[in-house]
C-alpha cells in the first residue's frame, strides 16, 4: 500500500499537518448547525486556507516558519469538503500552493483506497512522518475517538519530533502537546469570541 510519505520525497517538509478530512468536516458541519440556532445567522462554508493558519499557529508555528505541508487523507466515497471552501479534493486542494506570513504552503489530497480504510491509511502516514527523519513538528488532527489510542501511541514512542494533538476534548498521554481544535475551526467559519460571549 501506498503511503503519503512513500509517493514522492517531495511531499515531505519540515512542518507537516495531517488531517483526517472526513473528520474534520464532520466537526464542522456540527459546529454550523449549532451555532446558526446559537447567534440567529447563517454561517458560511470555513476558509480552508485561513483554518490551516490557525492551526499552525496553534501548533507553535510562528512568522517564517518555512514550507509546511498539509496532508489530507479521505475515504473514496468522497470527493470534496463539504463545509470548506476550497473544497474539492483533486481540482482545488491536490496541489494548491500558496504564502503567507506564517510560511510557504503546499497541500496534499490523499485517498484511502478500497483496500484500506480510512482509519488504516492515517495512521500509517502518521508513522512513516513520524519515523521520517525531514520533519521537524507534526501535527495531528484526526478522530481520536475512533483511533486515538493508537495515535497516542505513535507519539509516545516517537523522539525528536513536536508533536501537537488538535482534539474536540482535552487529552492524556506524553510525547505530544494539545491544542482545542474548536478554535481554529471557529475562526476559519468566522464566529467571533462577541458572538458567542
Keep these: 500500500m501506498?503511503?503519503?510519505t512513500d509517493t514522492h520525497q517531495s511531499l515531505?517538509?519540515?512542518h507537516i499537518i495531517l488531517t483526517d478530512a472526513d473528520y474534520i468536516d464532520r466537526v464542522a458541519f456540527d459546529l454550523i448547525v449549532n451555532f446558526e440556532r446559537m447567534i440567529g445567522r447563517r454561517i458560511p462554508q470555513a476558509?480552508?486556507?485561513?483554518?490551516?493558519?490557525?492551526?499552525a499557529l496553534d501548533s507553535g508555528l510562528?512568522?517564517?516558519?518555512g514550507e509546511i505541508h498539509a496532508?489530507?487523507?479521505?475515504?473514496?466515497q468522497r470527493d470534496r469538503l463539504a463545509n470548506f471552501s476550497p473544497s474539492l479534493f483533486e481540482a482545488d486542494i491536490h496541489g494548491l500552493h500558496f504564502d503567507d506570513r506564517i510560511?510557504?504552503?503546499?497541500l496534499f489530497a490523499f485517498k484511502a483506497e478500497e483496500v484500506v480504510s480510512r482509519e488504516t491509511f492515517f495512521i500509517q502516514s502518521l508513522e512513516m512522518l513520524c519515523h521520517h527523519k525531514a520533519?521537524?513538528?507534526v501535527t495531528v488532527v484526526g478522530d481520536m475517538d475512533a483511533?486515538?489510542?493508537k495515535v497516542k501511541q505513535i507519539c509516545a514512542q516517537t523522539e525528536g519530533k513536536d508533536i501537537t494533538l488538535l482534539a474536540m476534548e482535552p487529552l492524556t498521554g506524553r510525547g505530544f502537546s494539545q491544542e482545542i481544535l474548536g478554535y481554529s475551526l471557529l475562526s476559519a467559519l468566522g464566529i467571533s469570541s462577541d458572538e458567542i460571549q
Design 2 to 4: 501506498t503511503s503519503v
Design 12 to 14: 515531505i517538509a519540515p
Design 47 to 55: 476558509d480552508l486556507c485561513h483554518w490551516l493558519n490557525c492551526v
Design 62 to 65: 510562528r512568522p517564517g516558519a
Design 71 to 76: 496532508h489530507f487523507i479521505y475515504s473514496g
Design 103 to 106: 510560511g510557504s504552503w503546499h
Design 135 to 137: 520533519p521537524k513538528s
Design 147 to 149: 483511533y486515538g489510542e
